[in-house]
């Protein structure tokens, strides 16, 4: 099953054309990460996906609805999306940032409230100590952590991830990507964007390389290595562009 189609999306921002045609086809289960250079149009895209922003030609589902349609707002609830420059609110706990989004995904029923924090905090692996302390007092990497809990909490269909580990030290980024890699084993769909190849090739199961607002491939890691006869996924991205650019 096909959790996200995007077919010749175009889209100009400023008199700048960011999009060019750009196609994407996520399916249920995959670790789909979207690389490429900063710059390539990666969250121009993903804000499209989100209905943050309108493209102005191309067709886009996300689990079947296509966003802005009358029922977007209930499908929504099914997408956890983080974007890389969101951040908690620094005068409220860690507890009360999660039940903030909690209260938001429960739509009301008070007994998921408590199942959505519970899961948070498992996923966090921040401790009751941590989470009872305001957020501004954390460090790049505990916001980071608190903020992917408050996105899988709700064990949504499809997660969205726009550079999760952006701005983060080593080790903050290791348990950012150990967490990813953890709930993608539980079968979460994931759509993820990054600049950095290694940290693709580390959690992709299938990849898109995208320059100049064109995705020039997509399949799995191994289709990648293989048609480019690369070594890596960094490998594969520079003869692709190079190939795209001959």
């Known amino acids: ?47 499209i996906l989100m209905g943050l922003i309108s ?6 589902e996300v689990l079947g609805c296509k966003p802005g349609d009358p029922d977007w707002d209930k499908v929504k ?33 008070p007994s998921k409230v408590e199942e959505y924090l519970e899961n948070a905090a ?12 305001r957020a501004g007092g954390y460090s790049r990497g505990m916001k980071r952590r608190l903020l ?11 997660v969205v991830m726009d550079e999760p580990t952006s701005g983060l030290d080593v080790f903050a980024a290791y348990r950012v990507k150990r967490t990813i890699r953890s709930m993608a084993g539980k079968g979460y769909t994931f759509l993820i964007t990054t600049h950095d190849m ?14 100049s607002g064109r995705i020039i ?13 690369a070594e890596s996924l960094e490998e594969a991205f520079v003869r692709a562009v190079g190939d795209g650019r001959s």
């Not at 969101?86 to 995904?105: H, I, K, M, Q, V």
């Not at 997509?218 to 006869?229: C, I, K, M, P």
């Open 198 to 211: 290694s940290e693709a090739q580390e959690l992709a199961t299938h990849i898109g390389f995208i320059e």
């Open 77 to 109: 609830l099914d997408i956890g999306y983080l974007p890389e420059d969101a951040s908690p609110y620094d005068r409220l706990t860690g507890w009360e940032n999660l039940r903030f989004y909690a209260e938001l995904y429960s739509q009301g029923d």
């Open 148 to 158: 992917i809990a408050a996105t899988l909490m709700h064990n949504p269909r499809l």
């Open 1 to 47: 099953m096909h959790v996200v189609n995007a077919n010749d999306v175009w889209k100009t921002i400023k008199r700048k054309t960011i999009l060019r045609g750009a196609s994407l086809t996520v399916g249920e289960g995959q670790v789909y990460v979207l690389a490429g250079p900063n710059g390539a149009g990666k969250t121009t895209l993903i804000r």
């Open 122 to 133: 498992a996923i966090s692996g921040l401790t009751r100590e941590e989470l009872s302390r």
């Open 217 to 229: 491939f997509q399949g799995t890691v191994e289709d990648a290595l293989s048609a480019y006869s």
């Open 55 to 60: 493209m102005d030609s191309g067709r886009i």
